[in-house]
């Protein structure tokens, strides 16, 4: 049987097994040692040849053979059909609220957007398209996950699950919330900021979330929203948030995004775009494309993009700073432009030299990632999280892939916006065109990338205040 473990990438815990933890979902060590980034990273263990259910057109199910919820219920006892069964259930009751359930979305070529943007020969825009999805973005994904936990924990008795769950949201991770408490009769807490988008936060109290307002403190670095969320959890509340450092089934979660485009009939992406805010989603995409390659489900990793705003870019400053410590530490002389550098720290260090790398970031956090000194502001609001809280997983992502972050102005983002919506018809919001806008910005500057199979993620539709 395929063991899953969850290991912290700072310090090497071990989150025990289910029965012996049932809702562990941090690095015990987190509270007491606020230098070290204490992230639990998926670690796969006599996987063998793990094949997806292509019958079932649920994700969580399709691919629940690949999934650490469903690997640690079976530990656990928990047989495939009493599994499939709570998800069934969970799914058909966010159909009842939200008109339908998670199914595979879709995921293909955008022929007119790559004539647009000037792509020619092999190379096209490939969309993957969320706008469709549960509560119209991917949050949702994220956040099953962690309610197909708490059910399996209750299924098996191991475990009071009845608590307040809880999240810091400035929008569309919070509706996802709202609408998989309310199918799941669950009591849920939503720390917004005060700038939070009025048609969702309506939207969510529809659907019965309690809802606080969190206002910045003048000279208080960090995000408000977060910090409440955190005294939450401190008070009993559980984490349903798409923060991994808080919830690492969050990961888990968007883990399906990816394995729908890899197992597509689709070719492999040469390069994949995604929009980083607080970082949940690009570290599942990003970490399931590195255990395909372990798996032989694609032959190398895609050059791997962490997209984010003018107005608020925490992972791409840690990033310079750490290749500004890297040529400190390893005696080097990094080529200026960002392709070669980033190719030659991929064939220099090699993946023995950037598990260094990475091992010392996380044992030092905060000389790379800082919150953000001022409130950030874009077009693109929902990736302004003024930590990148999932930032080493990235970081370590675009490393071993040879990509780099990309940091796109707003007039980038509704160019993309503009002409995503006006070629595909689909009706994707700002924060879901920053990938199109991160493409367009590496093309303009790249010629070359016109020629290669891009891929990039609509991860939310436009709501009445866009």
């Not at 090497?12 to 029965?19: A, H, I, S």
């Amino acid at each position: 049987m395929t063991r899953s473990m969850l290991v912290c990438s700072g310090c090497g815990y071990e989150l025990p097994k289910l029965r012996d933890m049932p809702l562990g979902f941090r690095c015990a060590h987190a509270e007491g040692e606020a230098t070290i980034d204490h992230v639990l990273a998926r670690k796969l263990g006599d996987a063998g040849q793990l094949q997806p259910c292509l019958g079932e057109t649920n994700p969580f199910l399709r691919f629940r053979h690949f999934d650490h919820v469903y690997l640690a219920a079976q530990h656990a006892g928990l047989s495939d059909q009493q599994y499939v069964d709570i998800v069934q259930r969970l799914d058909d009751a966010i159909a009842s609220v939200d008109g339908h359930g998670f199914r595979v979305t879709p995921y293909g070529k955008a022929e007119l957007l790559g004539c647009a943007m000037g792509f020619s020969g092999q190379g096209g825009i490939w969309i993957k398209n969320e706008t469709g999805n549960v509560s119209g973005s991917h949050k949702g994904r994220h956040l099953f996950s962690a309610l197909v936990h708490l059910e399996v924990v209750r299924a098996l008795a191991l475990a009071d699950v009845s608590a307040e769950l809880v999240i810091a949201s400035c929008g569309n991770a919070a509706l996802a919330a709202a609408v998989l408490a309310r199918a799941a009769q669950r009591t849920l807490r939503v720390f917004v900021p005060e700038d939070a988008d009025a048609v969702v936060l309506s939207q969510i109290r529809s659907l019965g979330a309690q809802i606080e307002v969190c206002p910045r403190e003048p000279g208080v670095l960090g995000d408000p929203t977060y910090r409440r969320f955190r005294e939450a959890i401190r008070s009993g509340g559980i984490p349903f948030s798409c923060q991994g450092p808080d919830q690492a089934l969050a990961i888990q979660g968007g883990k399906t995004i990816a394995w729908e485009m890899i197992h597509s009939d689709e070719p492999a992406p040469e390069r994949v775009f995604v929009q980083v805010g607080g970082g949940a989603l690009a570290s599942a995409v990003f970490s399931t494309f590195e255990e395909a390659v372990a798996l032989s489900k694609i032959e190398s990793l895609p050059r791997l993009h962490a997209v984010q705003t003018q107005g608020c870019f925490p992972l791409a400053r840690a990033y310079t700073r750490l290749m500004s410590d890297i040529e400190r530490r390893y005696s080097l002389q990094l080529p200026e432009d960002e392709e070669a550098r980033a190719a030659f720290l991929r064939d220099v260090l090699g993946s023995a030299g950037i598990e260094d790398v990475v091992r010392y970031a996380a044992r030092n956090r905060a000389q790379f990632m800082q919150p953000w000194e001022e409130t950030p502001h874009s077009i693109a609001h929902g990736i302004l999280d003024d930590e990148t809280y999932d930032w080493l997983a990235i970081v370590r992502a675009m490393l071993l892939s040879a990509g780099f972050p990309i940091i796109v102005e707003d007039g980038d983002i509704q160019h993309a916006l503009d002409v995503g919506r006006r070629e595909t018809g689909i009706d994707v919001c700002a924060t879901g065109a920053a990938s199109l806008a991160g493409a367009y910005v590496l093309a303009r500057a790249r010629p070359s990338v016109l020629g290669e199979r891009v891929t990039v993620l609509f991860t939310g539709r436009r709501r009445d205040s866009n």
